[in-house]
């Protein structure tokens, strides 16, 4: 008996984990994520409106409110610059077994 014919103790127990994630499983979470942080920036510009506008004061909220959407803003512009980096990457990688046709 050679040791090439003893099968691996582990070989049919599924693994706990894998070790590679696809871009496209990222995508729903992704997502998710973008939803809540929105969902959420957003409560907290309707309250900060509406406690200005039970005290009277305006300016503070207004002030809050341009800073929430720019930020959204800048989030976007990043996660598409990502994005588009990302899927360059994915186009140019050689899948060749010779790396010199790469």
Known sequence: MTIASVAHPTADRPRPFRTSVTAGELVLPGMLLAWAT???WRAMVVHRINTARATG???EALAYAAI????VIIAGI?????????QSITTN??????PATC
Do not use: F, M, Q, S
Request: charged residues 20%; aromatic residues 0%; contains cysteine.
């Open 38 to 40: 929105l969902v959420t």
């Open 57 to 59: 004061e305006r300016g």
């Open 68 to 71: 929430t959407v720019g930020g």
């Open 78 to 86: 990043i996660l598409a610059a990502v994005k588009a980096k990302g």
């Open 93 to 98: 990688i050689c899948t060749n077994a010779d």
